[in-house]
């Protein structure tokens, strides 16, 4: 209702509000109906929406709503969905043996796909998306294999790990601190003949000398020729593969401080399915034996 005392002014023919700032006056234009239902409108769907829906969070989680909708639980159901159409490839990859599997079976296809998704999220963070490796972390794209790189030992490895807390069955090979039993001068000559094993460059003097030392002290696990023995997990020291380096400084570390690299019991955390998917991807890049 108009009030008596508000003026009209006189160049928009609106009453005014009385309210004046500095000689300015307010405009009495009241919002349009059109607006303002549209306004409680939301309001009462908001709080609808809130009593419907999952909405407030809480101390430990969030108000669950009347409906009990969940996100979550939508994408739960697809997961299983898709699972479930895969179940008959999953029963398969299970029963069937590994070393059987050829590149042209849909099986095999299968878990080159399954595996390879399974590698980027679980192990591409230690041998790279590619598989290349890195100082510490084995190059899965040659053939050079410290416990055997056919599909069995493959996924024998990923299922128990290497040198692991946890899993009782994990890869195990232990190196000695040579620093502990060998003398400066000695540890030069057995690095000296590890060196002249893959390079044409060494002293022959120190690399006859290593040699004794070598036959002594490292060839129970190396083996006479140094080709290493996958039985204990010691490498090859005559094919200029190196997992943490080949260079003389390198390798006298090594000597004398001994690696001890570890692997998780991947077993513990994927499923049989998946670890047998990503020992045929592995297999397939193309080291796999």
């Known amino acids: 209702m108009s009030d008596k005392n508000n003026k009209?002014?006189?160049?928009?023919?609106?009453?005014?509000t009385g309210h004046s700032w500095d000689g300015i006056e307010e405009l009495n234009n009241p919002l349009p109906r059109w607006w303002l239902w549209t306004l409680y409108a939301t309001i009462v769907w908001a709080i609808a929406y809130t009593i419907a829906y999952p909405a407030?969070?809480?101390?430990?989680?969030?108000?669950?709503?009347?409906?009990?909708?969940?996100?979550?639980?939508?994408?739960?159901?697809?997961?299983?969905?898709?699972?479930?159409?895969?179940?008959?490839l999953v029963a398969d990859l299970l029963e069937t043996d590994l070393a059987g599997l050829a590149p042209e079976d849909d099986l095999h296809r299968y878990a080159v796909s399954r595996g390879?998704?399974?590698?980027?999220?679980?192990?591409?963070?230690?041998?790279?998306?590619?598989?290349?490796?890195?100082?510490?972390?084995?190059?899965?794209?040659?053939?050079?294999?410290l416990w055997g790189g056919d599909m069995d030992n493959i996924a024998l490895t990923v299922a128990h790990?290497?040198?692991?807390?946890?899993?009782g069955d994990a890869r195990y090979s232990e190196m000695p601190a040579f620093g502990e039993m060998l003398e400066d001068a000695e540890i030069g000559d057995v690095v000296e003949y590890v060196v002249s094993l893959s390079s044409i460059e060494?002293?022959?003097?120190?690399?006859?000398?290593?040699?004794?030392?070598?036959?002594?002290?490292?060839?129970?696990?190396?083996?006479?020729?140094?080709?290493?023995?996958?039985?204990m997990g010691a490498p090859n020291l005559a094919d200029a593969i190196w997992l943490y380096g080949g260079d003389r400084t390198t390798l006298e570390h090594t000597v004398r401080y001994a690696r001890y690299g570890v692997m998780p019991a991947w077993g513990q955390r994927l499923s049989d399915a998946d670890v047998r998917a990503v020992s045929v991807y592995v297999h397939s890049l193309g080291g796999g034996e």
């Open 161 to 167: 790990g290497v040198r692991n807390e946890t899993d």
């Open 56 to 88: 407030w969070p809480m101390i430990s989680g969030a108000t669950t709503g009347v409906l009990g909708w969940s996100t979550r639980a939508n994408v739960a159901e697809e997961i299983r969905l898709h699972e479930a159409k895969n179940d008959g």
């Open 116 to 145: 390879g998704a399974v590698f980027r999220a679980q192990c591409s963070q230690c041998h790279g998306s590619g598989a290349a490796g890195a100082k510490g972390y084995p190059n899965l794209l040659d053939d050079d294999w």
């Open 202 to 231: 060494f002293d022959a003097g120190m690399a006859e000398r290593g040699d004794v030392l070598f036959a002594d002290n490292c060839s129970a696990c190396h083996g006479e020729m140094a080709e290493g023995d996958r039985d």
């Open 8 to 16: 009209v002014d006189e160049a928009t023919g609106v009453e005014t």
